[in-house]
């Protein structure tokens, strides 16, 4: 299992003066759910692309398992906000088949773990379906099975409810603690309903992060209105 590390990490975007991400420092261990909650423009995003390597920060360092964070793939799945934005093949079955075919898997055992992900995700009527052509919530979880397919032993979930009703939402927060029961998860919020299951709530502000003991959880609960976060899902 791995744990990821990031250590007074800092982020500026160029021809800003003001830094996105400020001195950093985050652990997220074995077998953890955290949930970090932000308004919209808190960060998240650039966090969660700082945590998996598709941004460098300007300052400090991120470690998985005490190493420098590598490229390519690194047993860290990233789930994006928008999936149109991550869904690039021709049928969902394609999608699936992608990045276990980037990994140069035996032809054989990515028509094994394509078939059982199209099983366990209820995707199987979709399996020639272009993406484009599926609803919000099933891209999402076309997204998410393409991500979880690889087998990843720490997933980052960026707003991945946020064009999702309620039933979706559930759905797919729900598939994804079941199949990662023995990684780690980090999901990046501006709704605490999304946190309901996690183990710990951080809110993320003015691009630092404030662990338990900072944040008011007034009767068990995050005091959304104060941090500019949503208590509810369309």
């Known amino acids: 299992m791995s744990s990821l590390q990031l250590h007074n990490v800092s982020f500026t975007y160029s021809g800003s003066k003001m830094k996105t991400i400020s001195s950093v420092n985050l652990s997220l261990r074995e077998n953890q759910f955290i949930a970090l909650l932000g308004p919209n423009g808190s960060g ?13 920060p300007d300052e400090g360092k991120v470690t998985l398992n005490g190493s420098p964070l590598k490229n390519g793939w690194n047993g860290i799945g990233y789930l994006f906000q928008n999936p149109d ?26 028509s094994k773990r394509v078939e059982e992900a199209l099983k366990k995700f209820d995707l ?44 979706w939402s559930e759905k797919i927060l729900s598939i994804t603690k079941e199949s990662m029961n023995s990684g780690s998860i980090l999901l990046l919020s501006c709704n605490v309903k999304d946190a ?4 710990e709530i951080w809110i993320i502000q003015n691009g630092d992060i404030l662990k338990n003991d900072s944040v008011d959880f007034p009767g068990g609960t995050v005091d959304y209105k104060k941090h500019g976060l949503i208590s509810s899902q369309f």
């Open 44 to 56: 998240k995003s650039t966090l969660a692309k700082i945590c998996c390597g598709l941004i460098e």
């Open 196 to 199: 309901s299951t996690s183990d």
């Open 85 to 110: 934005d991550q869904l690039i093949k021709s049928s969902v079955e394609d999608e699936l088949a992608w990045g276990l075919e980037n990994l140069n898997l035996d032809r054989v055992d990515i």
């Open 124 to 167: 199987k009527p979709k399996r020639s379906t272009p993406p484009d052509q599926l609803s919000d919530g099933e891209k999402q979880l076309a997204a998410l099975a393409s991500v979880l397919i690889m087998q990843p032993e720490i997933l980052i979930l960026d707003e991945v409810t946020a064009f999702l009703d309620s039933k």
